[in-house]
């Protein structure tokens, strides 16, 4: 474990504390959140200046618009938490007593007036998953502490941190299916925004190195600068992975064999495919049109992010799914992979062609072969099947890596990059040549370039060709594609199917128009 209260600036939060603010510490899903605050309720109370209180108030997002039932969930979480943590009934006794003498309106409000009257020292309360909760009775959490703001110190809590995956300037409340309030505007008490940050690179390999402290086993130097690509230090994967390797793999049970690099491919892999709870809700929000928004233009590999709302950059960078400095792009390797391979799930069942149609006989992939096929297929049933993806501008990247996936799966690898402004999707397949000895002997390795045609065919090639050398040049590749998607609605399936050939930098491309 890394220590939760070296994660937050803790000297900022006692500054804002003492100065008596209320304020919003957000973070992505799985960050490590909960674990910060229980430890800062614990530092807190053992200082003994304040009586803390951690409130997780989830359950009453069931309540929706049933402001009573929603109210009177939250104050039981409230209270329920002051008896557990604190092991403190008096809000239990209160609310056995009190609970019909007041509206929901007030109800919170006059739970935390008398909690705050009641103590011997000034209150904080960390509230979680405000953010969860839903139209009518968020509205009414958030106006009732900001009635009882006035309140503090003696008679309201001196500070309270609202705590969630979103900050409070995204809640988008509805009542009645319409927007009729933002959080900003039912919330401006708020100080600032704290957002907790995923792991240093250095507290990536601490925490990996406490597991070979313990044990014995040691992880391949090579490891870590895979494990910061493909993570970027999120939490939940880099513990994720850690547990695939360490606790999966039988034959790293036992802990004198060494953690090599192709066990820790593999083990991403199997991370990847596993359809784990973390990952599904990550492609859950893929749905939502503030993300879709962000997300095709990243897949497509738009120009540039002039016309996405910085607003829905900032949402989409809070939920944990992209960086916005110092390129827009999705947030780390892993999410790269299991993003588009959601999206073209469905696709990739439905195509028909086969592994073994593509492979020769030295069980090399016949990339000639196979990139005529999809330019076949892609003739055939793109205009049909891209409408039919929720990321239409994206469609041509998609469904290429539906066809690749659906031929490499199941013996080989596929990487992918892109990012808003790059202009371009970059793929690279590993396929293992030698069936005996998989990763670990000869490894074929291809490189695939793609391009939507926005300008003349010198122009996309000018750039193109150099872009796809140096990218074969940097993965060390025995082959390099260059794929040109044109768009062009009054150009014929005649002039768009085309294949030749380039040289750049001392190496062949092979060039291929869809």
């Not at 390099?480 to 380039?502: G, N, Y």
């Amino acid at each position: 474990m890394i220590d939760p209260l070296q994660r937050i600036n803790l000297p900022n939060i006692k500054r804002l504390i003492a100065q008596q603010r209320y304020f919003v510490l957000h973070a992505p899903r799985q960050t490590g959140k909960t674990t910060c605050l229980m430890s800062l309720m614990e530092y807190l109370n053992k200082q003994g200046d304040y009586r803390a209180l951690y409130a997780n108030i989830e359950g009453a997002q069931v309540a929706r618009e049933d402001v009573k039932h929603g109210i009177d969930a939250v104050a039981e979480s409230v209270a329920s938490a002051a008896e557990v943590y604190l092991e403190d009934r008096v809000l239990i006794n209160w609310l056995a007593d009190s609970r019909q003498q007041y509206a929901p309106a007030s109800l919170l409000r006059t739970m935390l007036q008398y909690w705050s009257q009641q103590s011997t020292q000034p209150t904080v309360l960390f509230l979680d998953e405000v953010d969860a909760l839903v139209g009518d009775t968020l509205i009414s959490v958030l106006r009732q502490i900001r009635g009882g703001y006035t309140q503090r110190p003696g008679a309201f809590p001196v500070s309270i941190i609202l705590c969630g995956v979103r900050d409070v300037r995204d809640y988008r409340i509805q009542s009645g299916g319409q927007d009729i309030i933002t959080g900003g505007s039912a919330f401006n008490i708020k100080t600032t925004s704290l957002r907790l940050g995923s792991f240093t690179r250095q507290e990536v390999e601490a925490l990996w190195q406490q597991h070979t402290q313990e044990t014995g086993q040691s992880f391949a130097e090579t490891i870590f600068a895979e494990l910061w690509a493909d993570t970027r230090g999120q939490p939940w994967l880099v513990n994720a992975l850690a547990r695939e390797l360490t606790e999966e793999m039988p034959h790293l049970a036992d802990r004198r064999v060494p953690v090599t690099l192709e066990d820790y491919r593999i083990a991403r892999e199997q991370l990847i495919q596993s359809g784990v709870t973390h990952l599904d809700q990550l492609t859950d929000k893929l749905k939502e049109p503030r993300v879709q928004h962000v997300m095709s233009a990243i897949l497509s590999s738009a120009d540039d992010e002039a016309d996405i709302p910085m607003d829905d950059i900032r949402y989409v960078t809070d939920l944990g799914l992209i960086t916005a400095w110092p390129d827009t792009q999705i947030a780390n390797r892993i999410y790269q992979e299991t993003i588009p391979r959601a999206l073209i799930w469905s696709k990739q069942t439905r195509i028909t062609h086969q592994q073994h149609w593509y492979l020769t006989p030295e069980h090399r992939l016949d990339m000639l072969r196979l990139l005529q096929a999809f330019q076949q297929f892609f003739r055939e049933h793109s205009d049909v099947w891209i409408q039919q993806f929720d990321y239409k501008e994206a469609g041509p990247q998609l469904l290429l890596q539906a066809f690749l996936q659906r031929i490499v799966n199941g013996g080989g690898r596929i990487s992918r990059e892109y990012g808003l402004g790059r202009k371009r999707t970059d793929l690279y397949i590993e396929w293992p040549v030698d069936e005996q000895a998989d990763f670990h002997g000869e490894t074929q390795r291809i490189v695939l370039e793609l391009k939507i045609r926005y300008r003349s065919l010198e122009a996309t090639l000018a750039d193109g060709l150099p872009q796809t050398a140096d990218y074969a040049t940097r993965c060390g590749a025995d082959e390099a594609h260059l794929l040109i998607f044109d768009r062009r609605t009054h150009i014929s399936w005649e002039d768009k199917i085309w294949c030749d050939t380039a040289d750049q930098n001392n190496r062949t491309i092979t060039v291929w128009g869809l």
